[in-house]
């Protein structure tokens, strides 16, 4: 009987590390397709998952940018609120930050434009998503979503062309510190003191 005994808590012991080895393995698949980066702001840090599962193209974009050091000098330097966009009949709420309008060495290719028809990652309150003209034109300039705004996916009106814009992760911590960046005072939109981003970097 105690042999039987001995064998049972031998199979529940190989059992056990087995379900741990597969849990490491699925948490390690889980921060490869899911990593998580801050974004340090001169008014308090954002923390951003990053979905390379659904979004590859664009997420790899971002992450290339913040692995080569490449938002060294890169700031948030727009805010659209509900009482800065008279000319616009389709209202949205986003900051907006990266390099700037202005050509830089920093600046890479533009990268083909992944719809939200595509990825499913809709524009939510905390997705960040990348800025454009014409599709196919996203580089390194990106914004996040302040509140639901369903008129920057796929179809929406926001951008006459209907192709929307690609969203590629969402903030997990610090919206308090995007609502607090978007208050800041601005100039038809373009905050009259940018916010400087100290820091991007992988957790």
Do not use: W
């Amino acid at each position: 009987m105690s042999k039987l005994i001995q064998k049972l808590n031998l199979t529940l012991l190989i059992l056990s590390f087995i379900t741990l080895a597969n849990c490491d393995q699925n948490n390690s698949n889980d921060k490869n397709l899911h990593p998580e980066v801050i974004i340090e702001t001169e008014l308090g840090n954002i923390v951003v998952e990053i979905d390379l599962q659904h979004a590859p193209v664009t997420a790899a974009n971002f992450l290339k940018y913040i692995d080569e050091k490449r938002y060294k000098k890169a700031s948030f330097y727009r805010t659209v609120r509900m009482d800065n966009q008279p000319d616009n009949d389709i209202k949205i709420q986003v900051i907006q930050g990266g390099l700037g309008f202005d050509e830089s060495s920093l600046t890479l290719e533009p990268i083909v434009h992944e719809t939200t028809k595509t990825t499913g990652l809709l524009h939510k309150d905390g997705t960040i998503s990348m800025a454009r003209n014409k599709p196919g034109s996203a580089s390194s300039e990106f914004f996040i979503c302040i509140g639901d705004q369903p008129e920057l996916d796929f179809n929406g009106k926001r951008n006459p062309d209907g192709q929307g814009f690609a969203a590629f992760g969402h903030v997990i911590d610090g919206m308090d510190v995007v609502r607090e960046i978007q208050k800041q005072p601005d100039n038809a939109q373009m905050l009259k003191s940018a916010v400087q981003i100290i820091d991007v970097r992988r957790l």
